[in-house]
């Protein structure tokens, strides 16, 4: 089966633009969760979808992060306007049933560099 | 709060001998205890994971332990070997929330 795939890989953005992410999840996986890992430290948890609804957005930095899945099929991050701060590795994860129940499967992430 | 502390966020052991790390997590109703392996440029890759409902499991060279009590659990690599040389992350599921909170990493190096 494919993974989970995210794009861009790579994004170099100026301190107040708009940088859009987007993630596909494994196919058939209703749970999504986007997370973010800052240069040496945790994974931190942002948000979970369970198919188009927003479970836990617990993890959301402030109202310039806003996440997205239509339709309950791929998501998008929208980060506006962009800070030096919001510079790191976004993952997306993808798992079919709940997270006790079934394990994560990650994309290989996005590298934000905001200047 | 929501929290996993991990240590040491460096390791470096001569190729062959054994690696620990070590977590320690807030929830005490936490059940579920991933381990998630990352290479250089890769994404993190499930490696072993424990439920609360036993004490250890192993998995050839890669077993992991958890201490409900105390509320933390380890990660035990024997043997290693180059390709062992990752950073390692563990997680625990917070069950009132359910998500996973992952610790801070460590970075296993594996001299030759």
């Known amino acids: 089966e494919a993974g989970v795939t995210q794009f861009p890989s790579h994004s170099v953005i100026e301190k107040g633009q708009t940088v859009t992410l987007r993630c596909d999840p494994i196919s058939g996986h209703d749970n999504l969760y986007w997370y973010r890992r800052v240069m040496g430290k945790e994974i931190k948890f942002l948000l979970h979808?369970?198919?188009?609804?927003?479970?836990?957005e617990s993890g959301m930095p402030n109202n310039r992060f806003l996440a997205e899945r239509t339709g309950g099929t791929y998501s998008t991050l929208k980060v506006q306007p962009a800070e030096l701060e919001d510079s790191g590795v976004y993952f997306c994860a993808s798992s079919q049933e709940g997270s006790y129940n079934s394990p994560l499967h990650f994309g290989n992430g996005t590298r934000l560099t905001v200047t | 709060g929501e929290n996993v502390e991990q240590h040491p966020s460096t390791l470096s052991v001569q190729e062959g001998d054994s690696a620990v790390i070590k977590c320690t997590y807030s929830?005490?109703?936490?059940?579920?205890f991933p381990w998630y392996k990352q290479e250089l440029g890769k994404r993190p890759q499930l490696i072993i994971d424990i439920r609360s409902n036993v004490g250890e499991k192993k998995d050839q060279r890669i077993a992991v332990t958890l201490n409900k009590t105390a509320k933390h659990f380890s990660l035990h690599i024997t043997e290693t070997q180059p390709e062992d040389s990752a950073v390692y992350f563990c997680?625990?599921?917070?069950?009132?929330?359910?998500?996973?909170?992952f610790g801070s990493g460590t970075r296993l190096s594996i001299r030759p």
């Open positions: 929830d005490s109703a936490s059940n579920y």
């Open positions: 997680a625990a599921l917070f069950h009132s929330a359910s998500k996973i909170i």
């Open positions: 979808f369970v198919k188009e609804s927003k479970q836990d």
